[in-house]
């Protein structure tokens, strides 16, 4: 069901799933282009989650999907407030994807969950050298010291992103204030209490989706909601 | 773990294009040294092609210099494989 939410700085639009009340779940989709890539296979998990009895919101931030906002208007805290804001004054549990999981820790959350979790330097190095290879296919060169420069926002992967957000997500970790459980992939060598089989959807250039993994995802969040409570 | 050996290294290059191209497993399977990968996949563009990048320092645990990207690296599957390794098992 499509609600919409209100924050400081406007309204956006979220997705609401499973029962009206009962455990509910935050969800932080991953930044940039990666949202696009995994929103089929997040509301795939979300979908799961309900039919375990369990309700999630998943917002849209700020400069993003319909929102009204333009993403060069946007702060890094206009993120972790409009995220923070969408659950209203209701107790949740936050579960956070990839770059999700860098504005999720404004919330003061029951617990948290990520899957994949990644720092914001990954993030935006990633967005900065596919535009270094762009550049260099087309003989320019992209400095990769320009978002330390004051100036319009830049380039990078389809959207204009404001060089302060740049700046601010390239120090943000995931905040790993327990309880948090950390889930990743089979092939990730990084340290978490659970690795699972799957593809990282969100390198995809074409979006796709993985039913059994999000099912697999959707019952550890579960289980991992219901330990929490006990 | 990270892998530590040159067939680790291999396997882990072909599942990370795999992975990031969304190519199937049978078409992975079958690259060999001489594969041309840039250029004569339609898959790997340039966030493709950074999106291998980073796979590789993850999986790897390597760093990859701006300076070392360039298109011989990505020539073939054999290059790459040969560039990470270089990097992985020192």
């Given at each position: 069901m499509i609600e919409r939410y209100d924050w400081a700085g406007g309204r956006e639009a979220m997705l609401r799933f499973g029962p009206a009340d009962g455990p509910l779940v935050l969800f932080a989709m991953p930044l940039f282009e990666e949202a696009n890539r995994t929103r089929a296979f997040v509301v795939s998990m979300l979908r799961a989650l309900a039919g375990q009895g369990i309700a999630?919101?998943?917002?849209?931030l700020p400069g993003t999907g319909e929102s009204l906002t333009e993403l060069e208007e946007v702060s890094a805290s206009d993120w972790t407030e409009a995220f923070s804001a969408a659950s209203g004054s209701r107790p949740c549990h936050v579960a956070a994807l990839r770059g999700g999981c860098l504005i999720a820790g404004n919330v003061p959350a029951l617990s948290r969950w990520y899957f994949a979790p990644a720092t914001g330097e990954t993030?935006?190095?990633d967005l900065i050298r596919a535009r270094q290879i762009a550049d260099r296919e087309e003989g320019g060169r992209f400095d990769a010291d320009e978002a330390d420069r004051d100036g319009p926002p830049i380039e990078l992967a389809g959207n204009r992103v404001p060089r302060p957000l740049l700046r601010a997500l390239r120090e943000a970790e995931p905040d790993e204030m327990p309880p948090c459980r950390i889930v990743r992939l089979d092939g990730d060598p990084h340290t978490a209490d659970r690795h699972v089989p799957g593809t990282p959807l969100w390198r995809r250039s074409e979006p796709d989706n993985d039913?059994?993994?999000a099912a697999l995802l959707a019952e550890d969040l579960a289980a991992w909601i219901e330990r929490c409570a006990s | 773990m990270v892998p530590e050996g040159q067939a680790e290294v291999e396997a882990t290059v072909r599942a990370v294009l795999r992975?990031?191209?969304g190519l199937d497993a049978a078409r992975a399977a079958a690259f060999d040294a001489a594969t041309p990968l840039f250029g004569?996949?339609?898959e790997l563009d340039s966030m493709a092609v950074a999106g291998v990048l980073t796979e590789l320092e993850d999986r790897l645990g390597i760093t990859i210099e701006d300076d070392e990207v360039d298109g011989?690296?990505?020539?073939t599957f054999g290059a790459?494989?040969?560039f990470a390794a270089h990097k992985a098992l020192v």
């Open positions: 999630s919101l998943l917002p849209d993030v935006v190095r039913p059994a993994l | 992975d990031v191209l004569a996949l339609p011989d690296m990505l020539e790459l494989t040969r």
